[in-house]
């Protein structure tokens, strides 16, 4: 599984982004995976910000609730995830993972938001 992560970008305080993340797997169904993006900013751990499970459960973490969306295509082995209302706290590299026995990762796309 290589995951392909894209759509960081600068943004500033309230605006919006959309990060895009494309699988490419052999052997096994993308539908199968249940996909997530997590972010890591400075000096701080990774944190999963979103969950979109194999089964259509969508999990977020709390201060993103509201203003992030995840989704995904699976005819198109992608996953997104919408960012309305950033703000500089929003700060971090975003990773998108794949889970299915194991999990996957894909590189960073740094989003930026400035005050």
């Known amino acids: 599984v290589q995951l392909q992560a894209s759509g960081g970008g600068l943004v500033q305080a309230g605006g919006s982004l959309r990060l895009s993340c494309v699988a490419s797997?052999?052997?096994?169904?993308?539908?199968?995976?249940?996909m997530n993006w997590h972010r890591q900013a400075p000096g701080k751990p990774r944190e999963l910000v979103a969950t979109?499970?194999?089964?259509?459960?969508?999990n977020y973490k709390a201060s993103v609730k509201g203003r992030f969306t995840i989704s995904r295509d699976n005819a198109r082995n992608t996953v997104d995830l919408q960012m309305n209302n950033l703000t500089p706290d929003d700060t971090a590299i975003y990773y998108c993972?794949?889970?299915?026995?194991?999990?996957?990762w894909g590189q960073g796309t740094l989003v930026t938001v400035s005050s």
């Open positions: 993972s794949a889970f299915r026995i194991k999990a996957y």
């Open positions: 797997i052999s052997g096994s169904n993308f539908s199968q995976y249940t």
């Open positions: 979109y499970t194999s089964y259509g459960i969508t």
